[in-house]
């Protein structure tokens, strides 16, 4: 499971990198033209995170920061959150 979102699968894509010359028409030039093409692969951007379950176990996965910013997982709480004493 190496690359690849534990929680949402997101995997490496392969795709192409395209090389042009030349000004574009709007900019007063004769227009682009493709002078190569080379496959390449689009890798997800994952992190190494401490998340914990529903269970309440905390386990550390690998996740695409996608997934972390809308709130897929919950992260682990290092620190309990500071708290009056009440007296």
Known sequence: ???????????????????TRGVAKYLGGVGTKVTGITKRKFRPN??????????????RMRVCTQCI??????????VKPFALPTS
């Not at 499971?1 to 090389?19: F, H, L, N, T, Y």
């Open 1 to 19: 499971m190496a690359r690849e979102c534990e929680v949402c699968g997101k995997k490496p894509m392969s795709g192409q990198q395209i090389e």
């Open 46 to 59: 994952l992190k190494s995170v401490k998340v914990s379950t529903a269970s309440g176990e905390i386990k």
């Open 69 to 78: 910013r809308s709130g897929r997982i919950n992260k682990a709480v290092k």
